[in-house]
């Protein structure tokens, strides 16, 4: 498969991946899925935005660099025809790194958030985080510590460990067209420039 063709393919299977983490990042500021009466009432982790800001709006741009990749009809510089397609596979790296940095950061910020767990009442109106460490995902029978709201614990685990998988696939992908971007622009791309002749 050419260099360009496999970033294409990336570039489509980065789009759906980057709008369902914005969506499950979303669903987290809806705790059990009914709107929080208080901001104080939404896990600390939610607030750092890893769906939005890191697996989505990080993610756009490699993604949209690695589809026109395809189109990219630079005709060459200094008088060498590939020169130009093999600028615009190195800069799909620098995309790529950035893809990257930004799934990472969304994985890292889901880790703490099943690993925290969620905040919920624990009763009398006292909202805080009633695990810790984790202690909490293999004893389901701890969940009823967080009586409101309701079905808090599944919802954020559910949530965060999509996003957790979600960004580890981003990360994977990357790392593939930066494998990618390195063979073409080291020994160029399989096709011929179509404009130079």
Same mark, same amino acid.
């Given at each position: 498969?050419? /260099? ?6 990336? @570039? ?5 991946? %980057? ?10 500021? +809806?705790? @059990? ?6 901001? @104080? ?9 890893? $769906?939005?800001? $890191?697996?989505?709006?990080? *993610? ?28 615009? *596979?190195? /800069? /799909? ?23 925290? @767990? ?9 909202? %805080?985080?009633? +695990?810790?460490? $984790?202690?909490?995902?293999?004893? =389901?029978? *701890? ?5 409101? =709201? ?7 685990? %559910? ?7 979600? /960004? ?12 990618? $971007?390195?063979?073409? %622009? +080291? +020994? ?10």
């Amino acid at each position: 498969m050419c /260099s360009r063709d496999c970033a294409k393919c990336l @570039g489509i299977a980065l789009i759906p991946l %980057t709008i369902l983490c914005i969506l499950a990042n979303i669903l987290l500021f +809806f705790p @059990g899925g009914k709107v929080a009466e208080n901001n @104080g009432h939404i896990s600390d982790e939610v607030w750092c935005f890893g $769906g939005i800001l $890191g697996s989505g709006v990080l *993610m756009v741009f490699p993604a949209l660099v690695f589809l026109g990749l395809k189109n990219n009809d630079c005709c060459g510089c200094c008088g060498n025809e590939k020169c130009g397609r093999r600028f615009a *596979m190195f /800069s /799909s790296i620098l995309f790529a790194a950035i893809g990257f940095v930004g799934a990472g950061y969304s994985f890292i910020i889901s880790i703490v958030g099943i690993h925290n @767990g969620p905040k919920c009442d624990v009763g009398s109106g006292n909202w %805080t985080y009633a +695990f810790h460490g $984790g202690n909490y995902l293999g004893h =389901p029978s *701890m969940w009823s510590t967080c009586q409101a =709201p309701k079905d808090i614990v599944p919802w954020n685990l %559910t949530l965060f460990s999509l996003l957790l998988i979600m /960004s580890a696939i981003q990360a994977i992908l990357c790392a593939i067209q930066a494998i990618n $971007g390195l063979i073409g %622009t +080291f +020994f160029g791309d399989c096709k011929c420039c179509s404009c130079c002749g």
